[in-house]
């Protein structure tokens, strides 16, 4: 046994490969916290512009005189205006709803958006993922006539 710790003693006090582990240790975590971040960043861009686009259908249905004009002029803002958002593919957005409450008297845009062929769902999958299926609303109050 003496003989093997001396053999050992000197590897014992080198310092030369301590900064390859630690970088072996460290770049994997470091390469799930990149992803992640990119990952999540590219979702929420996706949702904030599909959110967006609501609201902007939303805003272009107030001049409708009945349901099935603001419904058009939600899904022709919906058609003209998703070309000007660059991460959303047109023909994923589905206008699943448009129609007024009549207890509330708000008109409600709801838009779907399919990501799963997007960007984000093509890199690695070294995090959990949301779901593909994006649901969102906006809502806008008729006038007070």
Partial sequence: MSKIRKL??????RQDGASAVEFAIVLPVFLMILFGIIT???????????????????????????DTERASLATNTIQTQSSNYPFLQP?????????????TSTFTVQLQYDASSSFIYS??????????????????????Y
């Avoid at 050992?8 to 006090?13: C, D, S």
């Avoid at 023909?91 to 207890?103: E, F, I, M």
């Fill in 40 to 66: 999540f960043a590219g979702y929420l861009s996706l949702v904030q512009s599909v959110q967006q686009l609501a609201a902007e259908a939303a805003r272009a249905s107030v001049g409708g005189l009945s």
């Fill in 8 to 13: 050992l003693q000197p590897f014992a006090r």
């Fill in 91 to 103: 023909n994923r957005l589905v206008l699943v709803a448009a129609a007024t409450d009549p207890t």
């Fill in 123 to 144: 890199l690695p999958s070294l995090v959990p993922m949301p779901s593909p299926l994006i649901i969102r609303s906006a809502a806008i109050q008729r006038g007070g």
